[in-house]
Each structure stands twice: as C-alpha cells, then as structure tokens.
C-alpha cells in the first residue's frame, strides 16, 4: 500500500508531485455483487510526466481514474478508501461544488470513443466553447467561440471556422479526437486524462492523434495519465508504467526498464502478447485463460491462475504478494513473490 | 431539411389515400340516398326527381365503384364534406365553425401535459428506484387507467360543485355579453387539466426511459468532465436528446386527444368539434361524423409530419 | 380516452430490440463462465421476476376475484339487475340495497355486478380478436417482406390514424349497438398495435443465425414460424394484449357512457355513470356513479399493472 509512498521518500522528494493517489479502493454494485474494481492503489505524477496504466480490459483503470474526479456514478461506485491530493487538496474529499472547479480546468479528460463523447446535436463549437464559458465568467460567448476556433486550428482541424459551426456527426473518427484534445486544453489544465484515447481509431489516424498529445503537452507542460491497452504507444510516449491487474497495480517502472525487463509475468506476458515484426496474424496474441471475476477473487495472487512462473506453488496460491521493490533501493515495484526468478529468465532467453 | 420534408410528404401519400379510401367505406355504409346527403335541404326541397337523378349521374353514382370513388375525392379536394342532415348547412362550414375552440383546447392540455410529463420523468429518472420516481410511476399509471369521463364527473364534482372553484362547464359565462379573458381563461382549466391527465402517463414514462438512456450516454460523461453543473447538464445536453423520441410518442397520442376531445367537451359542454361529433351521433347527422373522422385522421397523418419535421429539427443527424 | 397501448407501440417494440440486443451482449461478456446463469428457462426466470413485482401480483388477485363475481354475478346479485321498482326511486345505500337504487329503482349493486359481465367480455373478447388478427397480418408481413410487408404496414399507419372512439362511435352507430358488434369493431379498430409489434419482432427473428441455418436446410416458412417465431413473438405479444384488453374496456365504458353502448336495459358500467351527466345525479346521488366508475378504474388500473409486470418480467432491462 504505502511501499511506492515509501520508495518515493528514499528518493527523497525534491519534487512536490502533482497528484498522488494513496491506498485507492473502488467497489461497484453490479447484478452479480460488488465488483471490487479498484484495490488499494496508490500512484504519483510530477509535473511534466506522462504516466501511462496499461492492463486489460477490466482491470480497472477507467475507473481509478474516474473515481478521482467524481465521474462515476453515484449510485453504483462506492469509495472505501483513499486520498488523492491535488494542489493541496484531497480530491476525493471535495464536495461537488468545489470538485467542479476541478474538473475541465485543471484536470482534463479525454475518453475512449470520439463518436459517443461529444453531444450530437450541439455543434463541436459551441461544445468547446461551453468548456471555457464553464470556467471563466467573464468569456463572452464570441470570445469563447474564436477561442474554439484557435483550438481547433491548434491540434491541426483544417478549416476551423466552419468546422467549429458543424455537428459531431460531420467529422471523422480522427477529427472528432482532435476536437475532443482541442475541447480538453481549452483551459490549458495542468493534468491530462486520456483514457483509451486512440482504441477506436485506425492506425494510421492513431499515429496522427499521438502527435498531436505530443504537441499539446509540449504547449502546455502538463502532465498526462494515459490511459491504454496500445504498448506501442506506452512505448512512444510515455515516461513511466503502471501495469493494472485484477484492480490492483502489479508492476511500476521506467518506460525503458519496463519494457528492457518486466518484473511481473503478468507484464512479461503482455509484452509476449506483443505482435513482433514479421507476424503474420493481425491479431493480438491474447495471454490465455481470463482475469478473475472481481466479485469473488480468489484467494493468494489474482493472477495466479494464469502464471506461467508459479508452478502452483503454494505461496501464490494462499498469499497475495505486496507491490514491492524488486531489489533493495531500486524504484522498480512488483507485486509477485517470485520476481526475482525473471531475472534469471532473461538471461536464460539472451 | 426542405428535401427531407418533402420525402417524408411523399411517404404519407399513401396513407391518406387509405384514409380517403376508408372513410369512403363510411360513405358507403351510411343509411339513406349519398346524392341527397350531398345536397343541402333547400336543393332537395325543390329538385325534382330528375335533378337528382341528373346529380347522380353527375356524381357518377351510377358508375361502377371506382369511378364513384374518384368523383367522391374531387368533391373532398373541392371542400365539400357532404351537407348536414339536419342543419341547413354545408359540413365544411360547420366543422370550420367548431375548429377554434378545440383548437384553445387541445393547445392548452397539450402544453401542461408536456411540461409536467417531461419534468416529472426527468426527475423521476435522476432519481431512479426513489420513492420519488416510484410514486411518479405509480400515478401515471393512474392517469392512464381512469376513464376520463369518470375524472371529468369528480373533477366537476370537486371543484365546481363542492368547492365551487371553477365553472361546470361552457367557454365563458353566458350572462357576460363581453367576456373577459381571464372569464375564458377560468372556464378553460378545468377541461385542459382533466385532458391533460390522460396524456401525462404516457409523456413521463417515456422521457423517463429516454432520459434513463441518455444519462448514461458518454457525452453527458463528458459535459460533467469539463466541470458543468448537474443540472445545467440534464437539462442542457440530456434534454434535448431524450426529447428526440419523445416527438414520435406525441404523434402517437393524437388520436387519444382527438378521442379525449369528444368526451370532454361533451361532459364540459365546450363548444368544439368533439361535441359537434356528440350532437351529431345523437342527432344520428351521420355526413358530419364521417366528415370528422375523415378530417381527424389526416389532421393524425399531418401531425405525424410535424412530429418528424420537429425531430430533425432537434437531431441534426436526420436533417441530412 | 387513455390508450396507452397506442403509444407502446413503436417505443416498446424499440426497447424491445434494444432488449434482445443487449442481451445478447451481456451474454457474450459473460463468455465461459456466464453459463451459470443459464440454469433457470427464461420463462422460470420470468415467472420469478412476475411473483416479486407487487402491484403485478396484486392486479392479478383483483383481476381473478372480479373475473369470479362476474361469473357468479346471477347467483350471486341481491336482485334482478333489470328489476324496474318505482317504490325504491334512487334510495341511498341501505341495509336493502348495499349501494342503493337508480331513477327506476334497480338495485346498484346487482347492476355492477352484471356489468363486469359486459366489460370483462368485451375486454377479453375484443383483446383476443385483436390480437389474433394483427398475429396474423403481422406474421404474413414480417415473413413475405417486400411488397406485402409495405402494404400491410401502409394499411396499419391509416388505421391508427383515425381517433379509435370517434370511429368506433360512428360504426356502432350505423351497424346498431351490441356487445358482438363492439367487440368486432374495436378489434377491427385495435389490431394494428399487436401487428406492429409481431413483425418487427418476426423481421429480427428471421435475421438470426440459427433461422438462416434453419432456411438454409431447407425448411419452409411454415415451419420457421412455428419453430422459431412463437417463441420470440410471445412476450411482447402478452404484453400487447393485455394492454389492448384495457384499451377495450375503456373504450366500451366510453360508448356506454355516451349512450351507444350494449342494448338497454342491460346494465354495464359505462351506462351507468351515464346518469352521473345529469347535475342533480352528480350533485346529490354519488352511489349511482362512484361505484361503476371506481369499478372501471380499478379493473383498468389492474389490467395496465399486470402489463407492466409481464413487461418487466420479461424484459427486465427495459426499467433499469
Ligand atoms: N458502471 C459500472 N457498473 C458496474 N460495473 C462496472 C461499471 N463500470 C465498470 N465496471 C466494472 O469494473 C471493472 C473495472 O472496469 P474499468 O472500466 O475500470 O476497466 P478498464 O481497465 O478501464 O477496462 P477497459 O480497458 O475495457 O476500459 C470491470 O470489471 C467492469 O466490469
Ligand atoms: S505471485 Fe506467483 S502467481 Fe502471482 S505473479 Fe508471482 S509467480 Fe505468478
Ligand atoms: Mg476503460
């Protein structure tokens, strides 16, 4: 639980970070029980960073992020516990009100479908505008619109003008994100969300919307939490990883060490999962069998009975590993008994 | 948006042929000589047998069906809905007559019955599974379940005869040669309200499902994202989408109206078409019922148009 | 009147595809391990959802206790519903006559009972006609396709245009009152909403896999739709014809009540609130018209929520 908050401390913190989330736990009522869908997280960012929280479908990334800005639905998510503190204020602990100001000024999000997520019968101008009215009294409706305008023209919408006047429905897949990051800076936030961010687009649009993350965070030096299953785009944008399974965090890393040498077979796997060069089947290679139902965990580690490294050994079936360092003093964190024997497989493999 | 009004005309073409076609039937069926029914009593009065023989042929009722068909549109599309049995007047002339004050009252029972059914649905919908949105289902469906001759009887009972709030019944007080409006406005609650009730059931529960599916649409997800108020998101963004069916069931409930009508002017005697249609089927006026159920139903299939027009107007995915 | 079914039509049957999409959606979440929750037949689990919705049950309980008075109704009145008795003229209740007498002295209470006679039948009878006939036309539409689909639902789209009372009014007038032709005309006037609902559910039927399969083997049409189509259809075609019933019984206490109804002097409920248009009955005599009109409420009121719980029973998404 606080083993990141006490690595953090060793590396002694010249840094304040921007948000930090401690001891985050999220059920969610559901027809089949409570779904435990966020367990006891806890993550930093500073300034300037891009945190990407890769896992798959289910593990509960939308969710811990939602959950901090009050997006979930009051009648099904329940908080058990957590902070997040946010420029000196526990997010979680702000009323609506105060949450408002919050949300869509400093903290941004930028959801999964461009197609569903913008209002289809308002037009993407006024829908942009609407963010900046929101948060500055003073904006005048034509003031907000030429700003849309400027924003559109800004992550590269040809023709802003009219397309600020057009419906959701009259721009592509590709556009309508662009429109969706362009309504998302409108308030220049200091925090990122983008959540799944080019999953429904193709992949040649998908490079086209990464450039465009890129270029936004340069302008606006904020930090980005990205949201995604792409490790391709982890890859390409991101600084540091957290691998989400089951609701919990199981690997923290370095981009590069991440990706150099997964502490967890669960990351390993993932990575595994990876379509390489050359590979002829377009589809992924999913790691086999399912994530456990969040309802009834099982007990010992969530993933054991998936682990190519457990053997069915008895450690994992009857405790669940703590998010640890993998060696005394490293900032890598892993959730696995046995993480060390990775290294001696790496070795084995090269 | 022009083109789309002129292909959704296209399409009720048909329609109105069926209607023509129906009421037609009616004709057929009616008891007694179709050239005498089209004939005003001073033409019967002094047309001797020839000249009506002369109409029929005319007419083309001496024709086979078809041609008796045809003849009968081109005297429909010509105005002439037949002449009263026992009024010496043209049908035409007395729906036209009649036409106003339903009209007032169709307008106003329409207008409370949307704005209380889409409030109550949409509060119900927030509030779903409270005791708030249980009750609201629970007295809708009561709306829709009492007979409206039966709440038109209490509500006269209640409120005019014991609490002697509003009048029993009539447009405006008769002894008043120069009504005031808030005189008219007085007479009009009452009807409005019990016409009203019927068409609320229907209005709550299906922006309460529509407003139900559109809360947890992505978009509304985001307007909360970028920090607007709860409110200013159902009602900004959610509304309007959830209103979008809702133009289609509107279009539906017309004809309940129009059967709402005869009932409640004839317990409320309102001077409009409904108790037109009562009179005449007591005064057994048979061309003036078959003129208004032809009118009433393809005043339905021009409503049904408006209704689709409405639509695009709110969803600009349909205007294209 | 209150037709809520008119306006279940297009919406219901929406929410209905919305209902067996979704459905299969979670199905395919759920993969392997959703299997468990299969156990239970969907009829079993819609019998269950049926017994836990309260209102639901409790209708049915009214539904059945007032079905048994209606049959008993000749054993069991304190009078001779038809008994003229110029010595009891319009009595208050008394330890004689539970609710009193009329303006010919016939016992109120003997008279209600007779009634849910009339209304119970043409409910039942004119739901299950209408049902029938918009199954069939339903079924040939949603099977023959093409030009025949356009021309029946052409044909549906003319019929719920006219006002349902209005017209039904005008053809009881002409063809004579009788409790046979009030049945036939309302289900000749009400067949078109169960119609909507069977084809559309028949069209999505014939796009799934295991009916192509079945075409592709070669089997007729005849026998897709037994095999295939009654099971889907049934549902949603319950529901319809529950909702009609009600439809029907209001619509008979409404022709009743504005005097063209079944012959006189049998009693039914409609007829008897009739005399509640006269100010002195409305005034001083609330025994003469509270009764048969709580009776018509109730029974509709009953009707609706058994609908409504056969609805959610079977398609429980559909209030979430
Ligand atoms: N509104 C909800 N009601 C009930 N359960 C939910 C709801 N939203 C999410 N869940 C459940 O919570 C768990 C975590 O969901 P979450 O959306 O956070 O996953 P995710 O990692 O974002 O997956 P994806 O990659 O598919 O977006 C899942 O088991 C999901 O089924
Ligand atoms: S703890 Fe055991 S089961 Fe869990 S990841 Fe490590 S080796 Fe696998
Ligand atoms: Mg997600």
């Not at chain 3, 209005?166 to 000749?188: E, K, Q, Y």
Request: aromatic content about 6%; some cysteine; glycine content about 8%.
């Amino acid at each position: 639980m606080n083993e990141m908050a006490e690595a953090r401390e060793k590396r002694g913190a010249e840094r304040e970070p921007l948000l930090s989330v401690r001891d985050l736990s999220v059920s969610l009522r559901s027809d089949e029980g409570l779904v435990q869908a966020v367990r006891n997280i806890g993550w930093d960012i500073y300034d300037g960073e891009v945190l990407a929280i890769v896992g798959e479908s289910g593990s509960g990334k939308s969710v811990s992020v939602n959950t901090l800005l009050g997006l979930m639905r009051q009648d099904v998510a329940i908080v058990n516990s957590g902070h997040a503190e946010f420029g000196g204020r526990d997010l979680l602990n702000l009323g609506e009100r105060e949450l408002r100001e919050v949300r869509g000024k400093d903290i941004s999000v930028i959801f999964q479908d461009p197609m569903a997520s913008f209002n289809p019968v308002k037009t993407i101008g006024d829908q942009i505008s609407e963010a900046i009215r929101v948060h500055d009294e003073r904006a005048t409706r034509r003031w907000a619109w030429s700003r849309s305008i400027t924003l559109l023209s800004m992550v590269g919408v040809p023709n802003p003008e009219l397309r600020c006047k057009q419906y959701p429905h009259q721009y592509s897949g590709g556009m309508r994100q662009r429109a969706m990051i362009a309504m998302a800076m409108a308030n220049r936030p200091r925090l990122l969300i983008a959540d799944e961010p080019t999953t429904a687009l193709d992949m040649t649009i998908q490079a086209q919307i990464i450039d465009v993350l890129r270029l936004v965070q340069k302008e606006t030096g904020g930090a980005i939490v990205l949201i995604t299953h792409d490790l391709g785009l982890v890859a390409e944008l991101a600084d540091r990883v957290l691998v989400m399974y089951a609701g919990k965090i199981v690997e923290s890393a370095g981009v590069v060490e991440l990706f150099a040498s997964p502490r967890h077979p669960y990351t390993r796997a993932l990575l595994e999962s990876l379509p390489r060069i050359g590979d002829q089947s377009d589809e992924l290679r999913s790691i086999s069998g399912q994530m456990p139902s969040l309802v009834e965990l099982p007990e010992g580690c969530a993933f054991h009975p998936r682990c190519s490294l457990s053997h069915d050994r008895q450690l994992c079936r009857e405790l669940e590993p703590p998010l640890q360092e993998t060696n005394s003093g490293s900032e890598r964190l892993s959730a696995c008994h046995f993480s060390r024997e990775l290294d001696e497989l790496d070795i084995f493999d090269r | 948006m022009l083109s789309y009004v002129g292909r959704r005309l296209l399409i009720s073409v048909p329609v109105l042929f069926g209607i023509l076609g129906i009421s037609f039937i009616f004709v057929q069926m009616l008891p007694g000589d179709p050239v005498r029914a089209l004939m005003s009593p001073e033409e019967l009065a002094t047309a001797s047998p020839e000249y009506i023989e002369q109409r029929r042929s005319e007419l083309g009722l001496d024709k086979p069906i078809f041609v008796q068909f045809a003849a009968w549109i081109g005297e429909v599309l010509q105005g002439n809905l037949g002449h009263s049995f026992r009024r010496n007047t043209p049908v035409a002339d007395m729906i036209f007559e009649r036409i106003g004050p339903t009209a007032i009252l169709a307008i106003t029972a329409l207008s409370i019955a949307l704005i209380i059914g889409v409030l109550l649905g949409t509060f119900a919908a927030l509030k779903q599974n409270s005791w708030f949105d249980y009750l609201s289902s629970v007295t809708s469906m009561m709306a829709v379940s009492i007979p409206n001759f039966f709440l038109g009887l209490m509500a006269i009972y209640i409120f005019s005869i014991s609490l002697g709030i509003f009048p029993t019944g009539g447009m405006r007080t008769l002894a008043a040669s120069n009504p005031s409006a808030l005189d008219r406005v007085h007479h009009l609650i009452l009807p409005a309200l019990v016409l009203a009730i019927n068409l609320i059931g229907p209005y709550v529960r299906y922006t309460r499902q529509s407003m139900l599916e559109v809360i947890r649409q992505d978009y509304i997800t985001t307007a909360r994202a970028k920090g607007v108020p709860w409110m200013k998101v159902v009602f900004g963004h959610g509304l309007r989408n959830a209103l979008i069916p809702l133009t289609t069931v509107i279009a539906i409930q017309v004809p309940i109206l129009l059967t709402g009508l005869l009932v409640i002017e004839t317990i409320f005697s309102w001077p409009g078409l409904g108790r037109l249609t009562f009179e005449s089927i007591m005064g057994r006026d048979y061309p003036v019922i078959v003129a208004i159920v032809f009118i009433s139903a393809v005043f339905v299939v021009l409503f049904n148009l408006l209704a689709d027009v409405t639509a695009a107007a709110l969803d600009p995915r349909i205007r294209l | 009147m209150s037709e809520n079914v008119q306006t279940a039509v297009p919406v219901a049957g929406r929410s209905d595809e919305e209902g067996i999409g979704r459905r299969r959606e979670r199905e395919v979440q759920k993969g392997g391990n959703g299997r468990a929750g299969q156990a239970l037949s969907p009829s079993r689990l819609a019998i269950r959802r049926f017994r836990h919705h309260r209102l639901a049950m409790a209708s049915v309980l009214l539904l059945s206790l007032l079905l048994l008075l209606a049959v008993l109704a000749p054993l069991i009145s304190p009078y001779d519903p038809n008994a003229v008795n110029t010595a009891a003229y319009r009595e208050p209740p008394s330890g004689a006559h539970w609710l009193g007498t009329d303006s010919a002295g016939r016992d109120v209470l003997s008279r209600l009972l007779h009634g849910a006679r009339v209304s119970l039948t043409v409910g039942i009878a004119a739901a299950v006609s209408a049902t029938g006939l918009g199954t069939l036309l339903g079924l040939i539409a949603g099977i023959f396709r093409g030009w025949v689909d356009a021309i029946i639902m052409r044909v549906v789209d003319v019929f719920l245009s006219f006002p349902p009372l209005v017209v039904i009014l005008l053809l009881v007038a002409i063809l004579g009152p009788s409790v046979t032709t009030i049945i036939v005309v309302i289900a000749a006037f009400e067949w078109p909403t169960a119609c909507r609902i069977v084809r559309q559910v028949s069209l999505s039927v014939r796009e799934m896999d295991y009916v192509l399969s079945a075409r592709a083997m070669g089997s007729g049409s005849l026998a897709i739709v037994r095999r295939h189509m009654i099971g889907p259809v049934l549902p949603p075609l319950t529901v319809v014809a529950t909702l009609l019933s009600a439809n029907a019984i209001l619509l008979e206490a409404a022709l009743s009540f504005l005097g063209l109804g079944v012959e006189r002097p049998n009693a039914t409920w409609g007829g008897m609130l009739q005399a509640a248009q006269s100010m002195t009955i409305l005034q001083e005599m609330p025994w003469l018209w509270l009764p048969p009109g709580v009776a018509i409420a109730a029974t509709v009121l009953s009707i609706n929520f058994m609908g409504d719980g056969l609805r959610d029973a079977f398609d429980p998404r559909q209030r979430l």
